[in-house]
């Protein structure tokens, strides 16, 4: 009864959020036991968000929203390499940075748009953000302005942008947000084939560089981007697709307070069983049914 009471009191609110259909079928997912998280099926609606819902560091995470900017300023089209940027003396000599995730760039060399988009968000380059940071407005400081103007527009009310790559702790955001702009960011056919390939490489050098997101083509995983520090913890927004569904899905601070690797493999290990329990689910539920069950995780919010 009482689990029927609170399906109901859910299936309300979904039904009372403009475009968000109430959920059908026995949606119980594996949430998190720290952190955040919050999961949405495309043409379902949303499956819960769960956790403590105040701002955090989201690490690399940040790169979506630069990505998202940088290609709303210079769209691009399936196939296309856009334009030639130039890398600059401050992203080459990042390159041997040891105190974050950076890419070898050379100097004077000139690289396309959408390989340096690869190189930010496949192996996630934090002196490549920054670059196109550059590029694009002439310093960091400039664009990070636009960014924290597009997730205004995008009703990101909780995240707060200080940099381009997530390297700053001070750059933090929701899980309710981030699967706002994932989203938004999906739309765009470049980026989702941006974040769709398991490796890239920096032109003229055969080292291949391997996407940090290991749970690409497992349950349906076609993207989009991990993140993690010590402050922030592991962090990781998915997307995948089942039964021409596309799940979005965000958790947001595990194990944070240990070790960058130790948080990333955390948000992984949680990502992985949440998007195989969102697949099993997609898979069982029938094309059409009655109102079923939604069992929210510890500390939901119940949206």
């Not at 334009?83 to 390159?95: C, K, M, N």
């Not at 196109?132 to 009703?155: H, I, K, P, T, Y």
Request: proline letters at 6%; glycine letters at 12%; charged letters at 20%.
């Amino acid at each position: 009864m009482r689990r029927s009471l609170m399906f109901l009191l859910l299936a309300g609110v979904l039904s009372g959020c403009s475009g968000t259909p109430s959920v059908t079928g026995d949606a119980s997912l594996p949430w998190p036991s720290e952190g955040q998280a919050a999961v949405e099926v495309e043409d379902v609606g949303s499956l819960g968000v769960t956790g403590d819902p105040r701002p955090v560091p989201i690490a690399s995470v940040t790169k979506v929203m630069t990505a998202y900017v940088i290609l709303r300023r210079h769209p691009l089209r399936p196939g296309d390499d856009g334009p030639l940027i130039t890398v600059d003396r401050t992203a080459a000599e990042e390159s041997f940075s040891r105190l974050e995730s950076t890419v070898p760039l050379t100097q004077g060399r000139t690289v396309p748009l959408r390989r340096l988009l690869e190189l930010m968000m496949v192996p996630s380059g934090n002196n490549v953000a920054r670059l196109l940071a550059r590029w694009d407005s002439g310093s960091q400081e400039r664009f990070v302005a636009r960014m924290n103007a597009a997730a205004r527009r995008l009703g990101m009310t909780g995240s707060t942008y200080t940099g381009a790559s997530g390297n700053e702790d001070t750059t933090v955001s929701t899980a309710a947000d981030q699967l706002r702009l994932a989203r938004e960011a999906m739309r765009d056919p470049v980026l989702r084939a941006v974040v769709a390939q398991t490796d890239t490489s920096v032109p003229g050098d055969a080292r291949r560089l391997h996407n940090t997101n290991t749970l690409l083509n497992r349950h349906g995983v076609i993207g989009i981007k991990t993140g993690s520090g010590t402050a922030a913890g592991g962090n990781l927004m998915w997307a995948s697709r089942v039964r021409g569904h596309l799940v979005l899905g965000v958790i947001l601070g595990q194990a944070a307070h240990t070790d960058p690797a130790s948080a990333k493999a955390a948000a992984l290990e949680a990502g992985g069983r949440m998007s195989a329990a969102v697949e099993r689910w997609l898979l069982d539920r029938p094309a059409t049914g009655g109102q079923a069950q939604v069992t929210d995780g510890p500390g939901s919010t119940g949206r």
